[in-house]
């Protein structure tokens, strides 16, 4: 239900209720104007009988009793609702009666009952009401036509604003601009958000920075603190005490943990910032081979099967060179350290995807949620648990598809990015082989 | 052998050179991309090592400049992880080989061996060690006379050894050595095991043991006796 129809709803209750008060309102008026007109026209009517009586103009009884209802017996005086049957339409009409003594000359008292139909006070009703409900049908009609109307025009600034709301993307840098109406409400509406929004656009370009300078500031002491340790650890003073040694290299190893760690982090929150603009065709064939070769010593160690499909050809995709590297860096490492004992994986390279599958132990919980950030699959790992969100960060941010499937019960992983319409041509490709080897 | 090492952090800069000094070289610190400008125009060096970040000039001019003057010094760039293209760039005004921060220090010994040995002697070279004798440009390592056959990893790993005599190697830097990156995959340091095993039983074999000693918890370390 849209504003305007809940606004009408109550309208059209209000005018409802006015409708009924005033409708009864209007028949008991008009009854009672008509029997207040009845009963004077027949007081009128006694007047003129009674003067006829005094001057003595009146018929004798026996010929009055044809055209009036006269009794020569005392009857109830004054006005009286009844009801008599019509005879021609056959059916009962309520009267106004008047009662009242005459004398006629010679004759002595009688009482006269003078009658008048009522018969117009029950039409009226039905006039009224169908008067009063045709005016709310033509009321309600035009509500509706009226809202038609409104809804198209007077809203149309707040379905703009709305629309460029949902457009809206803190990450592009740019505040809303939105135009000021001519409707005093929306403007201001409108007014508020642009102000929101330049204040959004302000604080994330401060924590931007922020995250920016804190990481560049990080890196020195961290590379000052893995040279001093390893220095540290070439001091002979420290071999006499055999339990030193392993503290410095636990310390070591730890500054190693926290650099990499730094480095996914600013990798991230770069590929978030969209600092990578210089897109070029990267030969992923040459550089998935180059990784494979890289990673083998770790497949042997974890005794894994690997096989590689690139029977496609050259391939070549348009993006950063740097980044290129990171994502299959951290596909093959995640194939690698979900993977079991003696396990398999088969990486696929077309022009149209990559698929890496590997075996690994069944897991459970919402395939989503593996990409998110800090996410473990063994909370003892030594691994931040970033590797699929860097993946995730970069498809993201080339337009790739990243799918995530389990398939044999729950022990192979397959981790599919389509290139989509990001891949380029085998001619294209050719052309950039020289140039994209790293 | 002479290192001109340019870097603005002090901190970072005593360890690089402490580290140079115990390897036995020659090394002058400078910080300041003026002073290092200076420097290369007026001395020669075997090396140079490049921060490309200085406060007061881009690290890529100094190497324009060494290029200018024909200087013989091999160039080592040390750059951020992030500044893919200054490597790119590096590379093409003739810079031998680049590190990324943070790096090893017994890395950054292999390096510069490399780079000074490929300089010096047009790669036609040995590098003697106790009974062993190595010929970089034949990748042939021999025994008091004897040819050791060697896989590729293990003779990667010898090289990295002799790069760095009497020095403690860390785990994490021989298998960033011997991977690269992939070693953020490492769950454990499993594979440098069977590489060093083999390593020191193809040793024995030839009759030399010991070369090789095991720091506990620490690393290895290739000793002179």
Redesign the interface.
Known sequence: MNLLNATTRYYLFLALLLFAVGSVGLYHGINWALRTEVSEQLADRRRELLAKAQANELAPVSQLATLLDISRTPRPLGFRDTILLDRIENEWVPHRQLTFPMVVRGEGPVWVSLRKSLVEADDLLGVVLSVMLGVLALLLAGMVALNRWLAGRLWAPFRHTLAALRRYDLQQHRPLALPTPAVAEFAELNQALNTLSQRLVGDYEQLREFTANAAHET??P???M???L??L??VPAL?ED?AA??L???L??AT?RL??LH?AL??LS?IENRQFP?AQPVRLDQLLAE?VT??E??F???ELRYGLNMNGGPVAVRM???LA?SLL?NL??NA??HNVRGGEVTLYLSAAELKISNTGPAVDGDPARFFERFRKHNAA???PGLGLSIVQQICEYYGFGLEYQLGEAGTRHILRVSFAAAAVSPAAARGAAARAS? | MKILLVEDEAALRGALAGSLRQAGYVVEEVARFAEAHEKIALHQYDCVLLDLTLPDGAGLDLLRALKANRSAAGVLIITARDALQDKITGFDLGADDYLIKPFHLSELNARVRAIIRRRQFNGQQQIPFRELLVLPNLAEVHVRGELLSLTKKEYDLLLYFLANPGRILTKEAIAEHLIGDAVDAADSFDFIYTHLKNLRKKLQEKGVENYIRTMYGVGYKLSHE
Request: aromatic share 6%; no cysteine.
């Open positions: 890196q020195t961290l590379a000052i893995q040279a001093q390893e220095q650890l070439q071999a055999p040694a392993p410095v290299a636990d070591y190893g190693l650099s990499r480095q600013s990798l770069k210089d990784k890289q990673f010593p770790l042997e160690a974890r950063h060179p740097g590297d860096q093959l490492q690698v350290k790992s030594e691994s790293y």
